[in-house]
């Protein structure tokens, strides 16, 4: 991703190689569910009030006078299995595998949590390369709603992105998601070079976090081998 492009990033660099930095992956530490930590942006913190939960069976039932809704629902549900996801209130969201795509290279996947080298990076990639980012996931149990996703990077102690990505809403569903976001290039230059730490976020409307990841990664002159 390119580093400047965030939604809130900071800018501190004062040279144009610098401002060139861009983020990778690598990994040392994973937090799940309601242990999340908090984020170093204040409006990570706001939860959407939408009211209390519901089963799906109890949301189909309330919703049968409203056709527009309720087909709205059942086509979000697809083929889910009512009485095999039960009456379970809160979602279910596991992420699997991180999946970098870069042209002209077999793809990189990268299971969660990250699995660091003798260095503490979980991979490394090339300056000046266009890749793109793919997550796989599985919804349980109920509907997730407005799924988001936020990755923050530092270079030497200096936050370089801020990048938060609206995924949206998904029912329970037993194959995985593939959610892919946009490709971005890494940066070029000798500043550009070196370790960088991030910390990779998914949460919900309800401020649930389903994922929090802190690690490392690298970006080199050449492709490792």
Known sequence: MDME???????????????KVTRKLSSTSIVTDDECGGDDDNDEKRAILLGPQMGLKEQLEMDKDDESLRKWKEQLLGSVDL??????????VKFHELIIVTPDR?????PIPFVPDSKGF???????????????????NNIVSGLRYTNIVWKKGM???????????????????????EEETTPAGYLARGSYSAKTKFVDDDGKCFLDMNYYFEIRKDWPN
Do not use: C, W
Request: aromatic letters at 10%.
């Open 5 to 19: 492009k965030d939604n809130s990033a900071t800018s501190g660099h004062n040279t144009d190689d610098e401002d």
């Open 122 to 140: 979980a991979f490394a990639l090339k300056e000046g390369s266009r890749y793109r980012l793919k997550f796989s996931f599985i919804v349980a």
């Open 159 to 181: 936050k370089v992105e801020n990048n938060k990505v609206m995924l949206g809403t998904f029912s329970p569903q037993k194959e995985p998601y593939i959610y892919e976001l």
């Open 106 to 110: 077999p793809d990189l996947v990268l």
């Open 83 to 92: 009485n095999e996801v039960g009456e379970t209130l809160d979602p279910d």
